[in-house]
């Protein structure tokens, strides 16, 4: 999709999570930029950016309430990328509280806050789910992070099914998992390989590429589970 000065189109809405830092605010600055029109969310509310709104994905009433504020605003949303989440450090194998955690943010309010926001998204949308190398089966990564790479794994999975579900189909809705690599993040830390930018330029990409739903994407291009 390339926006040409004097044509006419109807703008685009995407609704990136985790918008005020990282690779969400990176991504969101992207799609302003590529005239899109961005909401955004940040767990106080607050970024850089119009448009944001408050949502904790630990908290079935943020949930609820965000979702409610959306649907009273009859906004409708082409384009849902899964961003927001959380990774405890120093595990001890999986210390269950963590896993509880993490699992009730990177999964569980996400796949909340999805089925929430389905009757508002367009037919031919996106949703793209954050994933993360270390969520692959097929990769030796050691140790370290195991609940939040549980937590991305698991997503994968939503991701296969969510997009096997006959309504999405119909609709013709795309729903992709996504790798970032290893990105300089406050997760990731200042030694990490990529720079934000890299990977809301992939995210743009990977959105306006009409690629193939139900796949694990690295880039525009599917990789290993």
């Not at 969400?24 to 992207?30: D, E, H, N, P």
């Not at 590429?209 to 290993?224: I, V």
């Amino acid at each position: 999709m390339k926006f040409c000065e004097g044509a006419h189109f109807k703008m685009k809405n995407i609704l990136i999570t985790g918008g005020s830092r990282g690779i969400g605010k990176a991504t969101v600055k992207r799609f302003l930029g590529s005239g899109y029109e961005v909401i955004t969310t940040s767990t106080s509310g607050k970024s850089e950016y119009r448009n944001t709104y408050q949502l904790d994905l630990s908290d079935s009433n943020s949930i609820s309430d965000f979702a409610k504020s959306l649907s009273e605003k009859n906004t409708k949303i082409d384009v849902l990328i899964n961003n927001a989440a959380m990774a405890e450090e120093g595990e001890d194998f999986v210390v269950i509280e963590s896993l509880r955690k993490t699992l009730e943010v990177n999964l569980i309010g996400v796949i909340d806050l999805t089925q929430k926001i389905l009757p508002l998204i367009n037919d031919s949308g996106v949703i793209i789910n954050i994933s993360s190398q270390m969520a692959s089966l097929t990769c030796d990564l050691g140790f370290d992070y195991p609940s939040y790479r549980i937590s991305k794994n698991a997503i994968n999975m939503y991701t296969i099914c969510l997009s096997e579900h006959p309504n999405i189909k119909k609709r013709g809705v795309k729903v992709y998992s996504f790798d970032p690599g290893w990105v300089k993040t406050d997760m990731g830390g200042p030694d990490a390989e990529r720079e934000p930018e890299e990977v809301a330029e992939e995210l743009l990409q990977l959105v306006e590429s009409g690629s193939k739903t139900g796949l694990f994407y690295k880039g525009t291009e599917a990789r290993e589970w």
